[in-house]
């Protein structure tokens, strides 16, 4: 015990000494706090628990950045707004801040239109900002940071490290052990879906100790898409993480004047090589001072060309033969269980809790598996019409189309530009813009001409004389970004330069029309509601069909190793009592960790008696995913008179 008593003071003894040994940097540090170590995000928590965790994550940031820093300020989210960043070099976002304007959720016609994300920050912001885990997303969304919500699903190692970035080489000495494991099954998962080889162990870098892998209820931390997160000169990946998607999926990455640290632990559990990385990234970041997001990516999931190669890879006969396979195997280990089940309820037994829905299965409520034609039909709508099952001819369309295919900020599917294809040039080559002034120069054909700088510029000028000049002025300096919605840019960051001023888009967004069609799905709006009710006396039952996009899904059961979202419902209403639960299909096993999810179409019922006459409202929670990408969670009511 007294051994014990004094190796633990020569280690607190070392931590002191190395602690004081730090030369401060004389920068001045705003911490933005608000949240705890506890993943409080859609899941039941213990709200005292999560204060008191509140204040001693406040308390670690505080004190560990004035180990490396002459001035920190604290203050917590609601007290934050954008103008105090102005006094410091560096900000660092821990908590939700208090939005310019809040998120709206927008109806037309009784049905889900769009959100509108609420928005923390102008246009021209330009202070360096550093988000922690899920903030880069809550924070970067209507400015157009491309730290997007791909995953909530971040551990605490890191990978792919870009050891000659400045985070790792100064000016505080960094170390960096790196040992060998496994190389997450979601990588390993998505690089088999694209034809792609990933190694099947890694060399890792712990950031933090303490994740939501080995700590139940630990906050999740975030990564970043990399499709698209290079397509501009503001933007560079530091680092990968270990998580739930694909091998590229980033961790810490820099957009413009935004930095993402994806890891969610605090300096309290941050690792000791880890320390000064961070200290460096602030260092790093404070020299962004000025500079502002130029391709602004407003949707998260908005199309890249990468979409095309994911599109060519699906329709392949594997990819069916995989996918069959997965339902088949898991509804037969789902039928051995229904069977035990039953043969224990038959000689008496009892059976409680989640085992009830297995009990009384049958085969007829398993998941059914489509045909491939049924598969191919249901993922590529109308080029099925004209290829069939010819696996090759999808795959062909799409890689030599791959040049002339584009996307926008109202939807995730791409679509072919058969202007650019009729004149043989890709829309990533300035060649494009060029021939356009041209054409409507020329008189050849003014309306292609206008059409394609309409489509891949932010500029809206009314002769091809004003393009051709702007071409001239600024032809050195454009770039194309895919993420930032298909359109030439300029890496000007001079207020006012002509051919980044996105309202134009934001405009087009503003004026999206919504289908008549009340169970149409999209890319960007997954999952479609209807409901129905039946009565008969007093006795109802509500009916309510999902509808989910091909290759989406939503969680039924989240297991507590996932980081993914569960659909919940919450019933409300007056002038009834509901009769049980809600009765609801089990769906197909997801991993084994035996997360199980939705797909295509699910019917939930809800049986309930009368008490006279009035409305019963069901809101839906949900997340849904495909195989590359979450998108943000969302929620849908339901209301039906009786």
Sequence with gaps: MKMRKIMALLVLLCVTLTMAAVKKTDLSVLYVGGHSDIETFDTPYDTLANAKSIVARTKAWVDYLNTYFTTVKAVQGKDYDFHMSYNYDVTIIDGDPKPLEPKQVIYKNGRFSKMVYAKYFPDDFDRPVITIADEGETVGRRIGTKNDWYCLCLLGKAFNLRRDNAIFKGPYPVKITLKDLPTPDGALEFAKMMGDKVPATTPMWTVHNHDYGNTPGYKAGMVSREWGYLDSPDAEVISGGQCAKSYDAIAIGRHANFMTWGFAGSPADMTEEAKPVFANAVIYMSKFKGHRVIARKLDEGIATRFNADQMARLATKEQYDDYAEEINGFNKQIMHIADSLKAVKAAGGKIEGPYTMYADLTPDQLEKVPTYEGYLK?????????????????????????????????????????????????????RLLQKAVELWKS????????????????????????????????????????????????????????????????????????????????????????????????????????????????????????????????????????????????????????????ENEVVLTQKFTAKGHGTISVEVNYQACNDKACLMPMTKTVKEEF
């Design 378 to 430: 249901d993922r590529y709508d109308d080029l099925y019409a004209k290829f069939g099952t010819d696996a090759k001819a999808y795959s062909d369309y799409y890689i030599s189309n791959k040049p002339y295919f584009y996307g926008s900020l109202q939807g995730y599917d791409l679509t072919l530009d058969n202007d650019a294809k009729s004149l043989g040039i890709a829309n990533n080559d300035i």
């Design 443 to 598: 008189g050849k054909d003014v309306a292609m001409g206008k059409r394609l700088l309409y489509r891949y510029t932010l500029l809206r000028y009314k002769t091809p004389e004003e393009f051709e000049n702007w071409l001239k002025r600024y032809g050195k300096q454009l770039f194309f970004t895919e993420s930032g919605g298909w359109k030439w840019l300029v890496n000007d960051l001079t207020p006012g330069t002509p051919g980044n001023d996105y309202s134009v888009v934001e405009a087009e967004l503003n004026s999206e029309t919504v289908s008549d069609d009340s169970m149409k799905t999209t890319e960007g709006d997954p999952v479609a509601l209807s409901s129905s009710l039946e009565r008969s006396g007093n006795d109802c039952v509500l009916t309510i069909q999902m509808k989910i996009h091909p290759g989406y899904h939503i969680y039924n059961i989240v297991s507590s190793k996932d980081p993914f979202i569960a659909t919940t419902y919450k019933i409300s209403g007056k002038g009834y009592e509901l009769n049980g639960d809600m009765q609801k299909p089990i769906g197909r096993r997801l991993n084994a960790n035996g997360s199980m999810i939705y």
